[in-house]
């Protein structure tokens, strides 16, 4: 049974940052992909960054280039998200994701998880 539990949200200042973790138990990690997406109120859950399952490869959403690094530790089963210069747009819940199957490019298309966390709030104020 796969589970995900995030960690590490909260209320921080814009130009704040914040790290994200995301544990994950249940399958053998170091095989799969992992996702970050968001949702905010009134909103459609949004890709936010992947990484490939050995961490070789990285993909971001255009609104958070530069600003966010998703990296992984497959020794700990845990892949983070580190959010720097953080915006009010940023507000939401995060989630992390994992496919249901291995190997392949991580995409943006939430449909393609098949795991997911409980999500983290992140709110960032103006």
């Known amino acids: 049974q796969v589970q995900l539990v995030e960690s590490g949200g909260g209320l921080v200042q814009a130009g704040g940052s914040l790290r994200l973790s995301c544990a994950a138990s249940?399958?053998?990690?170091?095989?799969?992909?992992m996702g970050w997406f968001r949702q905010a109120p009134g909103k459609e859950r949004e890709f936010v960054a992947a990484?490939?399952?050995?961490?070789?490869?990285?993909y971001y959403a255009d609104s958070v280039k530069g600003r966010f690094t998703v990296s992984r530790d497959n020794a700990k089963n845990t892949v983070y998200l580190q959010m720097n210069s953080l915006r009010p747009e940023d507000t939401g819940v995060y989630y992390c994701?994992?496919?249901w199957g291995q190997g392949g490019r991580p995409t943006g298309r939430s449909r393609e998880y098949g795991y997911w966390g409980q999500g983290t709030q992140v709110t960032v104020s103006s």
């Open positions: 994701g994992q496919p």
């Open positions: 249940g399958r053998t990690f170091s095989s799969y992909n």
């Open positions: 990484i490939t399952s050995s961490g070789g490869t990285t």
